[in-house]
C-alpha cells in the first residue's frame, strides 16, 4: 500500500452519489497512493462498500484528465492513472475533480438463526422473482450497458459460446460476452494494456441478424421503442417485435393490403 506524505499531492475531488454532492476536504485524492485507499475513504463518507463502488471520472478538459470508466482496484493512482499536467492545475485551481459514484450503501439483512435454510425448490413465485431482480441489479451495475434488441439482461450474458451461433430458429448472433467486450473496447474501456490494433467495437460490424425469409416479405421501415424493443415492419403486413434476442410479438396488420405496412414511428409517452 501507497504511503502518504506531507509532500504528496492532493487533487480536490467532488463526489456525487445519487442526489448528493460530497466537497469535503477529506475527499482528496493523493497522488501516489492506491485505488483501494481512496475507495476507502470514499467509504466511510457514503457508507457504499469499496466492493459495490463503480468510481467514474469526468474529463477536465478535452485533452487531458483521468481514468476511463470505473476505477479498477489496486491500481496506484500516479501519472499513468491521472494525467499529471491536469492534475497539477486541479490541485491549484478553484475546479476539482468530478467523480461519480455508482453503488448501493444498502445491505440485506440475513435470516434469522432460527429460520429453517431455503432450497430454490422452496421458494415462491414472488421469492423467485425477488432473487430474479435482486441478481440482475447487481449485474447491472458491472455490464458496459445495454442494447435491448440484442443482448440479454447482464445475468444471463455468460453463454459460453465462441462464435456467432442460432441463438434459437428466428435469431443468429454473436455471443454476448463478445458483445459486451465489443462495447466496453469501442467506448475506449479497454484498459491501458490493451493494444489499439486488438481494440474492436461493435459498429459496422454484424451482430445479430433477427427473422428468416420464411416468405416474400422484406422490411419496410424499423423504430426502436423507450424500452428498446426493435420494432420491424414488412411489406406483406407483418409486425413483428424483437427484444433480447428473441422475437416477442409477430401480428399482421391489414392483411391482404397492397404494400403492407409502410413505415412506422416509436412515439414517446408524455
Known amino acids: 500500500m501507497a504511503t502518504r506524505t506531507a509532500r504528496a499531492e492532493e487533487i480536490p475531488v467532488t463526489l456525487k452519489w445519487n442526489k448528493k454532492v460530497y466537497s469535503d476536504s477529506s475527499?482528496?485524492?493523493?497522488?501516489?497512493?492506491?485505488?483501494?485507499?481512496?475507495?476507502?475513504?470514499?467509504?466511510?463518507m457514503t457508507g457504499v462498500p469499496v466492493a459495490r463502488q463503480k468510481l467514474m471520472a469526468a474529463a477536465k478538459n478535452k485533452g487531458g484528465g483521468y481514468w476511463k470508466g470505473p476505477l479498477k482496484d489496486n491500481v496506484i493512482l500516479d501519472a499513468t492513472i491521472i494525467n499529471t499536467a491536469s492534475a497539477t492545475s486541479t490541485a491549484t485551481s478553484s475546479s476539482p475533480l468530478i467523480v461519480t459514484l455508482i453503488g448501493s450503501a444498502e445491505t440485506l439483512a440475513g435470516p434469522p438463526k432460527n429460520q429453517t435454510q431455503l432450497f430454490i425448490e422452496d421458494f415462491t413465485p414472488e421469492q423467485l422473482q425477488a432473487a430474479e431482480d435482486?441478481?440482475?441489479?447487481?449485474a447491472m451495475a458491472s455490464a458496459e450497458g445495454m442494447i435491448p434488441a440484442l443482448q440479454l439482461p447482464p445475468h444471463k450474458r455468460d453463454d459460453h459460446k465462441q462464435e456467432m451461433y442460432q441463438y434459437n430458429r428466428l435469431v443468429t448472433g454473436l455471443p454476448q460476452r463478445q458483445i459486451e467486450q465489443d462495447l466496453k473496447y469501442g467506448q475506449g474501456g479497454g484498459g491501458g494494456g490493451e493494444s489499439a490494433?486488438?481494440?474492436?467495437?461493435?459498429?459496422?460490424?454484424?451482430?445479430?441478424?433477427l427473422g428468416l425469409e420464411l416468405r416474400r416479405g422484406y422490411v419496410n421501415d424499423l423504430a426502436v421503442l423507450e424500452d428498446g424493443t426493435c420494432v420491424s415492419v414488412l411489406d406483406d403486413g407483418h409486425v413483428q417485435l424483437w427484444k433480447h434476442g428473441a422475437q416477442q410479438e409477430d401480428v399482421i396488420h391489414a392483411p391482404g393490403a397492397e404494400g403492407g405496412v409502410n413505415s412506422v414511428v416509436a412515439l414517446r409517452r408524455r
Open 134 to 138: 435482486a441478481q440482475a441489479q447487481e
Open 197 to 209: 490494433n486488438n481494440r474492436t467495437e461493435l459498429q459496422g460490424k454484424v451482430a445479430m441478424t
Open 27 to 44: 475527499i482528496v485524492i493523493y497522488l501516489g497512493e492506491t485505488s483501494n485507499t481512496f475507495k476507502q475513504r470514499v467509504e466511510a
